[in-house]
């Protein structure tokens, strides 16, 4: 193969560069996290000679593999660092590309790098995503959301192909309990829109209503703000818990907005997000509520 020219190489490498972005989202529920995983394989492409560089033939699929490494190590030491978190730990909210904003001084505006909103994107999608194996994880992404052939995932995971077959197959079945349960995206926006106004009127007995006997709510705040411990089970306790937080709030709006493209709310403080709500509706009923609250994880949000 001749040698790549270096602008025929970096154009090969941003080409690939969003799919690589939400490949490692998705891996790691943290945007953050993925655009530091992203930033290490670029770093390690140039850090290989340029002949060596120059006989990779598909730089883009290099760096997909590259990243899916990178996530799939930060996976498995995942679990050590989320000992160490303060309190419950939530995926990395989104909100709609019209929204999107710059994440810090390091941080890309380039829409190149948004993250496609789709199903797989959802904040109980990637909850669940997160209770799987990292393996498992990584098997799933990759090919049932990616179409890798097995063989591309075995490579990722220094597995056979068989054996990823079998991770992707045992992460499908515990995803698609999530996905069966999903109410569609119009239901779901009515019965959060019923819920924000019920909140905002502080009608506790229509809040208990709207909630299912059994939900949870759950709240990540890092240690940084006041966020729930614990998560909080029964339509009582969390009807109670939200008609207070907005009796005893000053300056707070609700506002219903897309997260990660489902129908959600974010509670605005003067001016300022605050906090950013996803929900999970089965049928009629609010089944969970995830409530991010660490303003590192609300870098992407507008005011």
């Known amino acids: 193969m001749s040698e790549t020219a270096p602008q025929e190489e970096l154009d090969a490498l941003l080409d690939g560069r969003r799919q690589v972005i939400n490949i490692a989202y998705r891996l790691l529920g943290s945007l953050a ?10 770093a390690r492409w140039y850090a290989l000679p340029a002949g060596q560089r120059a006989r990779i033939e598909k ?8 990243t899916s490494r990178i996530c799939l190590d930060q996976l498995r030491s995942a679990r050590v660092r989320r000992e160490r978190y303060v309190g ?20 890309t505006a380039d829409p190149a790098d948004r993250i496609t909103l789709d199903e797989s994107v959802s904040m109980a999608f990637l909850v669940v ?8 994880r990584v098997a799933f992404v990759l090919h049932d959301v990616f179409r890798f052939s097995f063989a591309d995932v075995a490579e990722v995971t220094g597995r ?13 079945r515990r995803v698609a309990d999530a996905r069966a349960a999903a109410a569609p995206t119009a239901q779901q926006a009515r019965i959060v829109r019923r819920f924000r106004r019920a909140w905002q009127a502080q009608d506790l007995q229509a809040l208990v209503g709207l ?5 949870i709510a759950t709240g990540d705040g890092g240690g940084v703000v ?10 009582e306790p969390i009807a109670l818990l939200y008609r207070d937080l907005v009796r005893y709030s000053t300056g707070t709006a609700i506002l219903e907005r897309t997260v990660n493209g489902r129908p959600g709310l974010v509670a605005q403080q003067y001016g300022a997000i605050a906090t950013v709500f996803s929900f999970q509706v089965v049928e009629e009923r609010v089944t969970r509520i995830w409530a991010v609250r660490n303003p590192e994880k609300l870098r992407a949000w507008s005011a």
């Open 33 to 42: 996290d993925a655009e530091d995983a992203v930033q290490d394989a670029m």
């Open 160 to 172: 056979t192909p068989g054996a990823c077959r079998q991770l992707a197959s045992t992460a499908r």
């Open 226 to 235: 006041p966020a729930l411990p614990d998560p909080l089970h029964g339509a």
């Open 88 to 107: 419950q730990w939530l995926p990395e909210p989104l909100p709609e590309p019209a929204e999107w904003t710059d994440r810090g001084p390091n941080a």
């Open 129 to 136: 995503l997160d209770a799987l194996s990292p393996a498992e």
């Open 211 to 215: 909630l299912d006997p059994d939900a």
């Open 59 to 66: 730089p883009a699929a290099w760096l997909s593999t590259v």
